[in-house]
């Protein structure tokens, strides 16, 4: 684990004990994006192939 995501990590955990969604580094939508890119990328990696990512 990196600092960012021990960080993000760490933001989400306040957030929801605090009940505070203002406490969030990022958005749902920024969040889902991001491990759609990245299970693309996976998915590259294991096939060698080029992997649209569609948003």
Same mark, same amino acid.
């Given at each position: 684990? *990196?600092?960012?995501?021990? $960080?993000? @990590?760490?933001?989400?955990?306040?957030?929801?004990?605090?009940? *505070?969604? %203002?406490?969030?580094?990022?958005? $749902?939508? %920024?969040?889902? /994006?991001?491990?759609?890119i @990245?299970?693309?990328? /996976?998915?590259?990696? $294991?096939?060698?192939?080029?992997v /649209?990512?569609?948003?």
């Amino acid at each position: 684990m *990196n600092r960012r995501e021990f $960080l993000t @990590g760490t933001a989400l955990l306040a957030a929801v004990d605090a009940r *505070n969604p %203002a406490l969030l580094t990022s958005t $749902l939508e %920024a969040s889902i /994006e991001s491990h759609l890119i @990245g299970f693309a990328c /996976e998915e590259s990696r $294991l096939t060698g192939r080029k992997v /649209e990512v569609r948003i």
